[in-house]
């Protein structure tokens, strides 16, 4: 049984930050990408950021400069240091994991998601 748990969410003026985590546990051999996906009222889930085992990492071009992404891999866990944020961040944000399950499965799982409010 793996999970993936967030958290950090909440309410914040603009031009504030927050930062979320994810923490995975379970059965976890390794990890192979883990990345931050959102999701607003009326739009499909859109990729925020991403970062692999070897720390490469991608940004979703409308928070590049202002999100980063990282993780500590001993720890299983991954952070989102959201600054400058704006109305328009305003989304439920989703961890996901790309994962090694024991030593053959290979799977794909999904946080519960945290709810962040960005007031203009």
């Known amino acids: 049984q793996v999970q993936l748990v967030e958290s950090g969410g909440g309410l914040v003026q603009a031009g504030g930050s927050l930062r979320l985590s994810c923490a995975c546990s379970g059965s976890i051999f390794m990890i192979f990408s883990m990345g931050w996906y959102r999701q607003a009222p009326g739009k499909q889930r859109e990729l925020v950021a991403g970062i692999f085992r070897d720390g490469g990492t991608n940004y979703a071009d409308s928070v590049k400069g202002r999100f980063t992404i990282s993780r500590d891999n001993a720890k299983n866990t991954m952070y989102l240091q959201m600054n400058s944020l704006k109305p328009e961040d305003t989304a439920v944000y989703y961890c996901?994991?790309?994962?090694?399950?024991?030593?053959?499965?290979?799977?794909?799982?999904w946080g519960q998601g945290t709810q962040v409010t960005v007031s203009s």
């Open positions: 996901n994991s790309d994962l090694l399950v024991g030593l053959t499965s290979r799977r794909n799982y």
